[in-house]
Structures are given as C-alpha cells and as structure tokens.
C-alpha cells in the first residue's frame, strides 16, 4: 500500500474528483478527513471507507473560511495524531464572463479557490514542519489555467493563480521537504460538470458535446484523476516539486 499509516485531508471529497481520491487514498492504507460543504454526500463517503475496513471521518468546512481550516486541521491532528497529506480539490465556478462578472462573485471565486488553497497550505505547512517528517500538499488547477476561454472569468483566475502559488510555496517548503505540487485535469465527469452540461437544459446531451469537443471524445473518470494524485501525493514523486501536472487526454497539447 502507498500510503500506509499516512493521514490525508481532502478538501471537496463529499462528491466528484474529491470523493475518488477518499476512496482510492483509503484503500492504499491513508486515514482520510473529508472536508466538505456537503455534510451528506460526505458523511456516505466516510461510512463507505469505513465499511471496507478503511479509516475516514467528515469533517464540515467551507474552505473559504478561516475558522473551519483550523477546526479542519485540528480535528485530523486530533482524531489520528499527524498530517501527512494536503489535498486542495474543492472549488467554486461560476459562468460570468469579464463583460458580466460582479465584484463579488469574482471574489467569491478567488475566496474559495485560491484563499482556500492558500490557508490551508500555510497551515497544513506548519503542521509538517513541527513534525520534522516532511509531507506533500496536492492543489487543484485547471486546464483552464493553461488555456483561456470567453466565460468564467474568475475560475480562469484563481486556476492560474493555484499554478504559480503552487511553483512559489513549493521553492519554500522544498528545504523542508514538504512537496507541493498541482494537478491540472480536463473535462471530468463529476457533478460540478453535470451540472455545467445542465446549462443546455438536457445534461446527457450537454456532456455529449462536451465529449465530442474532446481529443479522446471521452469525459475523464474522476478515477484517472484520483489516479495522478496518489501519485503525487506518495514516495513515488519523491522528485517532483512545483509541477501542475496536466492530466486532460491531450486537450492542451492540440
Ligand atoms: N470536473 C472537471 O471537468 C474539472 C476540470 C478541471 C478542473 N477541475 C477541478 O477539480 C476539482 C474537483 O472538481 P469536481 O468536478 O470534482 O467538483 P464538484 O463540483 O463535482 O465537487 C466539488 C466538491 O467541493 C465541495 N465544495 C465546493 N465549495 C466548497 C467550499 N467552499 N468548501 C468546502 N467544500 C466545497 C462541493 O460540496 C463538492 O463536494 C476542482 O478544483 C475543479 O476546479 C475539475
């Protein structure tokens, strides 16, 4: 197992990517906190861990808020001891385009994504760096950071801002050997993107052409993200610091 005896907090983990990286955290031996907004679809991930054997408790929190990042961390310091393992996967995205996007929805965005991002690096940070044992911290960019597009103008922000806080806070916590990294997934197929088909007003048909838009012609499984953040977040990427990691099916490549 790669994460024997770790102990992960997941942020977003009540649904979508968030939840395959629980699950998938779990079965290779990590204690996992579910941190989520969604205290029901979280509180069924952490049983489903807990009826395979597994370790896992839900925890509410609104990552956007000071407060519940603290109580988040403490309660996995408290509940299993240690934090091995940061993963910043919740978010927000809202359709506004530069032309229609209100101050406040813009920073209500950059709140949850980026502040949320950053308070939880800096003090899951401290954490490792009291215990003297290193750690990794796994943020969520977008293919979005990479490449622009006409709506959603405050997401497009807080992406590439996640992209070049990950490079900067992982030159800081490179002598401490805490890794911070960063994932970049395209078109997954998760309840936030469902619920962006559902724009259309017939989701099976937005999803259709979100697929067709696609070099695979295919939604990413949240698994196959899961997939490249337990990479991340184990031994195994004992040499990869400050990468956003493009897993998007050659979307930013054509
Ligand atoms: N699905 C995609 O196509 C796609 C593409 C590129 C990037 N991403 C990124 O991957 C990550 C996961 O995306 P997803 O599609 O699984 O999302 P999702 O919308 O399906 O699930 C997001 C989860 O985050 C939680 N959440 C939202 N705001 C929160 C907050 N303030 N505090 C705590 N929890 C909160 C929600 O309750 C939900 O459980 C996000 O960072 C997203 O930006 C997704």
Not at 43 to 68: E, M, N, S
Not at 142 to 162: D, F
Request: hydrophobic letters at 45%; charged letters at 20%.
């Amino acid at each position: 197992m790669k994460l024997a005896d770790k102990v992960a907090v997941v942020t977003g983990a009540a649904n979508g990517i968030g939840e395959a990286i629980a699950l998938l955290f779990a079965r290779e031996g990590a204690k996992v906190v579910i941190a989520d907004l969604d205290e029901a679809h979280g509180t069924a991930v952490a049983g489903t861990i807990r009826d395979k054997g597994g370790k896992a408790l839900f925890h509410p929190c609104d990552v956007g808020c000071q407060a519940d990042v603290t109580a988040t961390l403490d309660a996995a310091i408290r509940e299993y001891g240690t934090l091995d393992i940061m993963v910043n996967n919740a978010a927000l995205m809202l359709p506004d385009s530069i032309l229609d996007c209100s101050t406040e929805d813009f920073q209500r965005v950059l709140n949850t994504n980026l502040t949320g991002t950053f308070m939880f690096t800096r003090d899951a940070a401290h954490i490792m760096l009291n215990q003297k044992k290193g750690g990794a911290i796994v943020n969520f960019a977008s293919t979005l950071a990479v490449v622009g597009s006409p709506g959603s103008i405050a997401y497009h922000a807080s992406k590439g801002g996640i992209a070049s806080f990950t490079r900067a806070a992982a030159v800081a916590l490179m002598p401490h050997n805490i890794r911070v990294n960063a994932i970049a997934p395209g078109t997954t197929d998760t309840p936030g993107l469902r619920a962006g088909a559902a724009a259309c007003g017939d989701v099976e048909k937005g999803l259709k052409d979100i697929a067709a838009g696609q070099p695979l012609k295919r939604l990413a499984h949240p698994e196959e993200i899961a997939n490249v953040a337990l990479f991340l977040a184990s031994d195994d990427a004992s040499f990869v610091y400050g990468a956003t990691w493009l897993v998007d099916g050659g979307f930013t490549i054509i």
